[in-house]
Every structure is written in structure tokens, then in C-alpha cells.
Nanobody, 114 residues
Framework: QVPPVESGGDLVQPGGSLRLSCAAP????????MGWFRQAPGKQRELVAR???????NYADSVKGRFTISRDATKNTVYLQMNSLKPEDTAVYYC????????WGQGTQVTVSS
């Protein structure tokens, strides 16, 4: 099975913004809830946002009000708009199907630092 491809990570100053993209294969994207996860050094991977096929969203408390997840069914792509970034948002970000994991992609590195 082909894994997703995440992109858009970068080095950004605190308070800045980034938009991540996840190009997912059709078998993963269609008919599935999609989620963005992150893993910081020395920490477990955590789910930060998820979106149903109908567009219903849920967020971890740590990112609520700052991050927005969306999906484009015409492109099999999931996005994560991240605003008001904090140093504690530094992590490698991945997309996958929550609780029904498929192969993991390489992720995209987000570093928030001055």
C-alpha cells in the first residue's frame, strides 16, 4: 500500500503560520476519517486534528482555536492550517486514518523557534 505524502513544514518564528498538505492515496482518503498527527522528540505520536468525510472536525485541546483541518475530495488531499504557532508545536507532522492506521508517510518537519 502506498503511504501518504506530507509537505509544507518549515522553520517559523513563534506566532507565525504554516499550511501543511497531505496527498493521500485513494484507498486511504475515500470514505475515511482523516487525521493529522504529530510526534515531538522523545514523545509519543499524538492526534491533533481529524475530519470526517462530511467535514465534521475535532481538535486536541492544545491546538483548538489555532489549527484548522480541511479536506479536498477532488484532490484526495488533507490540509492543516496552523496559526499562532508556539515552540511546543515543534514536531514531525503526519497524516493517517485515526485508529485504523495505514502505512505512515515520511512526515513533514515543523520547527517553531526564534
Amino acid at each position: 500500500q502506498v503511504p501518504p505524502v506530507e509537505s509544507g513544514g518549515d522553520l517559523v518564528q513563534p506566532g507565525g503560520s504554516l499550511r501543511l498538505s497531505c496527498a493521500a492515496p485513494a484507498y486511504m482518503f475515500k470514505n475515511n476519517v482523516m487525521g493529522w498527527f504529530r510526534q515531538a522528540p522523545g514523545k509519543q505520536r499524538e492526534l491533533v486534528a481529524r475530519i470526517t468525510t462530511g467535514g465534521i472536525t475535532n481538535y486536541a485541546d492544545s491546538v483548538k482555536g489555532r489549527f484548522t483541518i480541511s479536506r479536498d475530495a477532488t484532490k484526495n488531499t488533507v490540509y492543516l492550517q496552523m496559526n499562532s504557532l508556539k515552540p511546543e508545536d515543534t514536531a514531525v507532522y503526519y497524516c493517517n486514518v485515526p485508529f485504523n492506521y495505514r502505512p505512515w508517510g515520511q512526515g513533514t518537519q515543523v520547527t517553531v523557534s526564534s
